[in-house]
């Protein structure tokens, strides 16, 4: 293994789960990122006919009144249902507020893409100062703004951080309640974005507290075990008294498994084995196991917003419960 201050090969664990643009692209505005990003297409509201038929026979179409189809017009495909006030904000404007922040370099931009054949389309924008654990874990900080054409939010922020020795994805753990709805003035947008940002360096910095906390625990005889017990706790048994943990314990192996290739990550780059460890063995596992095998939209949907994110959330209080009390 080879290894930099802030890069490290390991040859068994996934890329970002985001597909980056040409970095010889120089990306100065939230344009620019749809442009090379490919979200470049646009979006429109359609009406929608149903068939009038009566009793089996043939009918007229009838326009249904009140709703609209999302259509992504260069592909054809709907991509929800709206109400007729709802207002499509497209892909080259729906980030415009971001610029502000690229900017004031605030934020610089990391990669742009879409979700679900583009029901929701993302950007992330990353905080340039790195967080670092110990002397020299390194770890990105990320701000994730998603946006949807299918009515079922306005963009939300979400906080990540990737850290460079193992390539892990921690999402969720680091809460933020904003919104930044499609409706209100630009001035507005630009206002909550910079909050986010701000929002985010808090918690963040919060984060770094519990993770320097983590990282001074060495690890004792039956801590380990004891946590992914917690992690992933066995079934309530059944009326007979029986507990089918089989699945149970096999995930528990596999997340042993990452916890290893963690203990011999920090070995590789004379890091302390310590309860950060333990948890990047879950984190590990979360990312590139747990997730490994769906496709990459989906694997990128559960590791930024979905079940991935909520297991990451809910191993790492538990690691601050079960380590720190």
Excluded at 26 to 38: E, L, M, P, W
Excluded at 55 to 66: L, N, V
Excluded at 210 to 222: P, S, V
Aim: aromatic share 10%; with cysteine; proline share 3%.
């Amino acid at each position: 293994m080879t290894t930099t201050q802030h890069e490290a090969t390991v040859p068994y664990y996934m890329a970002d789960p985001w597909k980056k643009p040409d970095r010889s692209i120089i990306v100065t505005s939230s344009k620019n990122a749809v442009d090379v990003s490919g979200l470049n297409w646009t979006v429109e509201k359609r009406d929608i006919w149903a068939d009038a038929a009566i009793d089996g026979f043939p009918g007229t179409k009838r326009k249904i009144k009140g709703f609209k189809a999302n259509v992504r017009t260069d592909t054809g495909e709907t991509l929800g249902i709206v109400t007729d006030q709802y207002k499509v904000v497209q892909n080259a404007d729906g980030f415009k507020f971001i610029d502000s922040l690229l900017d004031s370099g605030e934020v610089e931009f990391e990669a742009a893409g879409s979700i679900r054949g583009g029901r929701r389309v993302w950007m992330l924008a990353r905080i340039p100062a790195d967080m670092v654990v110990g002397r020299d874990d390194v770890l990105n900080q990320f701000v994730f703004f998603l946006n949807s054409h299918d009515g079922s939010s306005g963009v939300i922020p979400r906080l990540l951080n990737r850290r460079i020795f193992c390539n892990n994805m921690i999402s969720g753990i680091i809460r933020t309640s904003v919104m930044i709805r499609h409706t209100g003035n630009v001035d507005e947008k630009i206002r909550l974005a910079r909050e986010t940002v701000q929002i985010a360096k808090g918690r963040f910095a919060e984060f770094h507290d519990y993770a320097e906390t983590l990282n001074r625990i060495q690890l004792r005889e039956g801590m380990i075990s004891s946590y992914f017990e917690k992690v992933v706790p066995d079934p309530e048994p059944d009326e007979d008294g029986n507990v089918d943990n089989e699945s149970q314990v096999r995930t528990r192996g596999r997340i042993a498994e990452y916890f290893e290739r963690e203990v011999q990550i920090a070995h590789d780059n004379n890091l302390p084995v310590t309860a950060w460890t333990a948890f990047n063995g879950v984190a590990a596992y979360n990312t590139h196991g747990k997730q490994g095998r769906s496709d990459p939209d989906r694997r990128f949907t559960s590791t930024v917003i979905g079940e991935g994110s909520r297991f990451s959330q809910r191993a790492f209080d538990i690691a601050v419960e079960h380590f720190i009390g």
